[in-house]
């Protein structure tokens, strides 16, 4: 009897000590639970940042290639500019040259006109110094017939005489 109640005790014993074991490896297996849950919410939280990160590397990707665009974009915009520039700027020259050249050419019309004008008035003179000279040649036609008039009758009178 004795060794049965020693053997209860041992086995009462073993009971607790299995007991306090089980209880441990339950508490244990619910931390292990609780730190299972954390990782695998920690594991949905990461790749949920993954997903959002990913989101966020496309929008900059696609940022980026439309900046790239935008920069070839003007840069040919630029060399436009650059190619405009240089033919305002040979425009400009030959607006220059041109405006030039057209006074140049004024100048010689007035020097032509004041020439002209002179000229004219030479002309006047002269026309006016021929109708003087034709006026004198009639008046000495004139004269002249006058006087061969007269001799025709001064010479008609003598042979008469």
Do not use: P
């Amino acid at each position: 009897m004795e060794k049965i109640k020693e053997r209860l005790q041992s086995l009462r014993a073993e009971a607790d000590n299995a007991v306090a074991r089980a209880e441990e490896a339950e508490a244990k297996n619910k931390k292990y639970e609780q730190v299972l849950m954390e990782k695998e919410q920690e594991i949905t939280s990461l790749q949920h940042k993954i997903s959002i990160l990913d989101a966020d590397l496309e929008k900059a990707e696609t940022k980026l290639a439309d900046l790239k665009a935008a920069q070839e974009d003007g840069e040919q915009s630029k060399s436009a500019n650059e190619g405009l520039q240089r033919k305002i700027q040979l425009l400009e020259e030959e607006l220059d040259a041109a405006d030039k050249n057209l006074k140049e050419a004024m100048d010689k019309l007035r020097q032509v006109d004041v020439k002209a004008e002179h000229f004219e008035r030479q002309v006047t003179r002269l026309e006016q110094e021929r109708d003087q000279w034709e006026k004198k040649y009639e008046e000495a036609q004139e004269k002249y017939r006058e006087s061969k008039r007269e001799l025709d009758e001064l010479v008609a009178t003598m042979e008469g005489l």
